[in-house]
């Protein structure tokens, strides 16, 4: 994983992503707030998506209970 | 099956203007699909091995041109079959040797899907290393351009800058460009393929040798 090591913890750009996760976010969006490349918001988007911290429906995505907790663990 | 379809499912090679062969692989940046680049160029591209010489000074050399490459909305994605472990020590490796950070991804193609897809290893050259291949594939996913140079030549990478330079447009003009064109240089307007657009395109007010071959300036 990238973003998301095996401990669960998250890489400096996990925790940006993680962070510029608003309810109802497409890639894109993300990808405008963080400044990454949107090949990498694609792929850690998807691995937020894996690990539960985001949920995703339709190519948008938003931060889950275990997210938003995360996001506020600054870990 | 024929001669050549033999050839083709043995060396699975790619064809231009056809679907590049989707994939999902293992790299530097963590699990990448090639419909993550959706939107972007991409320059995909292979090398033969971790801590070689000429690869190395490939890779700084596409880091050089790594900003004009995003300029031009256009990513880089390299491949060996290597683990991911060794690329990280590589890329730790130059950075710390020469000052230059990798800014892209690489592929860690252990077992080789990448590369056979794409037709990256050319037995005749070396069984167990991808030759330094370089293919280009456009926002919507279609393999555009590919170029194929041997372990013992480092690649030119102001042809592959001219190359997406060329193809972007090409795309945006519906033109063609000749031989050594550059950015700014005119380029050429698809030839007629009737009589009364070739005897209209006299007139057209276009840089003509003959009817088949004309330039303008963008």
Known sequence: MACVAPDGSLSTSGRLLLEAVRPDSGAEDVAAITGMPLYRVRSSLRELTEAGFVSEQDGRYSQTELGVAKAKSGR | ?218
């Not at chain 2, 530097?28 to 160029?41: P, Q, Y």
């Open chain 2, 1 to 218: 099956m024929t001669i050549i379809e033999e050839q083709d499912a043995r060396v699975g090679l790619p064809r231009l203007n056809e679907p590049a062969p989707a994939f999902e692989a293992v790299t530097t940046a963590g699990v990448l699909k090639l419909a993550d680049f959706e939107g972007s160029w991409l320059i995909l591209f292979s090398h033969p091995a971790d801590f070689t010489p000429v690869c190395t000074t490939e890779f700084m050399a596409f880091a050089e041109i790594y900003p004009e490459l995003q300029k031009r909305g256009t990513e880089l994605l390299g491949l060996s079959i290597d683990s991911v472990y060794s690329h990280i020590a590589w890329l730790r490796n130059i950075e710390e040797k020469t000052g230059t950070k990798i800014p892209f991804p690489v592929i860690a193609d252990l077992d080789r899907k990448v590369a056979t897809a794409f037709g990256m290893v050319m037995p005749g050259e070396s069984k167990t290393e991808t030759s330094r291949c370089v293919f280009v594939i456009d926002p919507k996913g279609i393999l555009r351009a590919m170029i194929y140079y041997p372990l013992t030549t480092g690649r030119n990478m102001d042809e592959i800058l001219r190359l997406v330079d060329a193809l972007q447009t090409a795309d945006a003009n519906a033109v063609a460009t000749p031989a050594n064109w550059r950015p700014g240089d005119k380029v050429i307007v698809p030839a007629p393929n009737t009589t009364e657009l070739a005897e209209e395109r006299v007139d057209a007010g276009l840089e003509c040798v003959d009817w088949y071959l004309c330039k303008k300036s963008l």
